[in-house]
T-cell receptor
Framework: ETGVTQSPTHLIKTRGQQVTLRCSSQ?????VSWYQQALGQGPQFIFQ???????GRGNFPPRFSGLQFPNYSSELNVNALELDDSALYLC?????????????FGQGTRLTVV | QQQVKQSPQSLIVQKGGISIINCAYE??????FPWYQQFPGKGPALLIA?????SEKKEGRFTISFNKSAKQFSLHIMDSQPGDSATYFC????????????FGTGTQLKVEL
């Protein structure tokens, strides 16, 4: 088990609603990345936070936003939910930005939009 | 644009056999190539990783072979066991790109008795 924990584990929302997912990074890790994994697909990078600043973003619309807190925990917010947002959302934490820093994933939050 | 192509999509191997999964990449700026193992309902777990200045890396039953000129890398699982049955993802990270990982599409491995 990694030290990365995500909550909740499962969530059902209605189209058009907003959702907040939470991630507690591994102790000492200052970088958090969020990924979306659709069923049967590889994870897709959403964005990354380093020391409370967004530092890199994938091809996702602005209704996907996030925060990183001083203790390096993080939130992913999705507004105006669409059916295609149904996926496993993964948080990964690592130490630093460059070099060979391993990314450790949480167990994910399964979001279902109906 | 899929920057990391993975094959096969699924693989069935007999217990004790060798499982081989291949990946190819396009972006020569990638400098770190990890492999992840994922069980149903779980997040990906790092198995083994390699940098392009090394042609092979072995950890236990898992070996990465890396061919920089061909822009290809592969995972070999020796003496495959039923407990290895999972989905495997290759990934790549660009130098200076923080920790943004670009994943392949995954290979579902089943090891039969």
């Amino acid at each position: 088990e990694t030290g990365v924990t995500q909550s909740p584990t499962h969530l059902i929302k209605t189209r058009g609603q907003q959702v907040t997912l939470r991630c507690s990074s591994q102790s000492g890790h200052n970088t958090v990345s969020w990924y979306q994994q659709a069923l049967g697909q590889g994870p897709q990078f959403i964005f990354q936070y380093y020391r409370e600043e967004e530092n890199g973003r994938g091809n996702f619309p602005p209704r996907f936003s996030g925060l990183q807190f001083p203790n390096y925990s993080s939130e992913l917010n999705v507004n105006a939910l669409e059916l295609d947002d149904s996926a496993l959302y993964l948080c990964a934490s690592s130490l630093g930005q460059g070099g060979i820093t391993e990314a450790f994933f949480g167990q994910g939050t399964r979001l279902t939009v109906v | 644009q899929q920057q990391v192509k993975q094959s096969p999509q699924s693989l069935i191997v007999q217990k004790g056999g060798i499982s081989i999964i291949n990946c190819a990449y396009e972006n020569t700026a990638f400098d770190y190539f990890p492999w992840y193992q994922q069980f149903p309902g779980k997040g990906p777990a790092l198995l083994i990783a390699i940098r392009p200045d090394v042609s092979e890396k072995k950890e236990g039953r898992f070996t990465i072979s890396f061919n920089k000129s061909a822009k290809q890398f592969s995972l070999h699982i020796m003496d495959s066991q039923p407990g290895d049955s999972a989905t495997y993802f290759c990934a790549a990270r660009r130098a200076g790109g923080g920790n943004k990982l670009t994943f392949g599409t995954g290979t579902q491995l089943k090891v039969e008795l």
